[in-house]
């Protein structure tokens, strides 16, 4: 089992930075991969960026490439996900999951979940 608690979410303005941390415990993650979903009210969940546990490799949603930089911190066992140039319609709920292997995009490949945390960008 993977424990993933979210934190760092918040209400910001359209332009402000945010960095989101997921801190991970309950097993060896040197073979997971770690990825950040966000899912707006009355959307589909959908992918914004993924990183090996094992070689620091990312995988990002091309819409979002440049603007959010995903990290880890292997001592701390945590993911990060900053934010710039935060937009209105960066609102949602942002998940960060876990799964054995390669990074991917796809949210059913995923086993482990956190509960989310609440992102607001004001205009």
């Known amino acids: 089992q993977v424990q993933l608690v979210e934190s760092g979410g918040g209400l910001v303005q359209a332009g402000d930075s945010l960095s989101l941390s997921c801190a991970a415990s309950g097993r060896t993650l040197r073979s997971y991969a770690m990825g950040w979903f966000r899912q707006a009210p009355g959307k589909e969940r959908e992918f914004v960026a993924a990183i090996s546990w094992s070689n620091g490799g990312t995988y990002y949603t091309d819409s979002l490439k440049g603007r959010f930089t995903i990290s880890r911190d292997n001592a701390k066992n945590t993911v990060y996900l900053q934010m710039n140039s935060l937009k209105p319609e960066d609102t949602a709920v942002y998940f960060c999951?876990?799964?054995?292997?390669?990074?991917?995009?796809?949210?059913?490949?995923?086993?482990?979940w956190g509960q989310g945390t609440q992102v607001t960008v004001s205009s």
């Open positions: 999951a876990a799964k054995r292997g390669p990074v991917t995009g796809w949210a059913s490949e995923y086993d482990y």
